[in-house]
């Protein structure tokens, strides 16, 4: 069946487990995860992107429905580069979009963002965004407010900015973005 990504995540966070997050190309890549989630008794987030995605997002809605009815799966647009993407991806069907907008100015990305947010939000789709850059060092060092997220972040989880983020070590990949001085919330803007 599809859900959101907030209905797993707060029901993951409630009960204490992860939620493994995987790309999918093709029937094939979507049936061997289905079967992997399946032997497990898991949840299960699909990642897709591209120029396939109507025919990725129908073959997963196809197996969630018909095959695998028991099985909580959300499906996500995988790093919208763009909002016209992620229309894209809502239209379509998605559950939830990640926007990417790690190659605008970071003022760009948050309004860029928050008009995804405000979409996604009014329709039930849950929103992932990338504000800075992702860096492959121990230790990544962010450009001024112009460019991207003004701070460090190091393996220690440590975090010092004027923005409030939180991240998942080590794919340091942002699943938050809360304003300063309120407390966190999953998925929200």
């Known amino acids: 069946m599809l859900v959101t990504m907030k209905e797993q995540l707060v029901q993951a ?14 029937l094939e ?17 699909f990642l897709a992107g ?21 099985i909580p799966v959300s499906i996500i647009l995988d790093h919208g580069r763009d909002y016209e ?9 998605f559950t939830a979009v990640m926007i990417d907008g790690s190659s605008f ?13 405000h979409l996604a939000h009014a329709v039930g789709v849950t929103v992932e965004a990338e504000l800075g850059h992702v860096g492959g060092a ?3 060092r962010w450009r001024s407010a112009e460019g991207s997220l003004p701070g460090r972040m190091s393996a ?3 975090w010092s ?20 001085g309120h407390p966190p919330s999953i998925w929200t803007f």
């Open 161 to 180: 900015s004027p923005v409030s983020t939180a991240w998942r070590w080590p794919s340091a990949l942002p699943t938050v973005f809360i304003k300063p």
């Open 105 to 117: 100015s970071f003022v760009e990305n948050v309004r860029v963002t928050s008009e995804v947010v």
């Open 13 to 26: 966070k409630r009960d204490g487990y992860g939620i493994g997050a995987f790309n999918v190309y093709n």
């Open 29 to 45: 890549t979507a049936v061997a995860l289905f079967e992997a989630f399946d032997e497990t008794h898991s949840p299960g987030i």
């Open 138 to 140: 121990r230790q990544t």
């Open 85 to 93: 993407a992620a229309v894209r991806a809502i239209r379509a069907g």
């Open 156 to 158: 220690g989880n440590s």
């Open 50 to 70: 591209g120029p396939d995605i109507p025919q990725v997002l129908a073959i997963v809605e196809s197996l969630a429905t018909q095959v695998y009815p028991r």
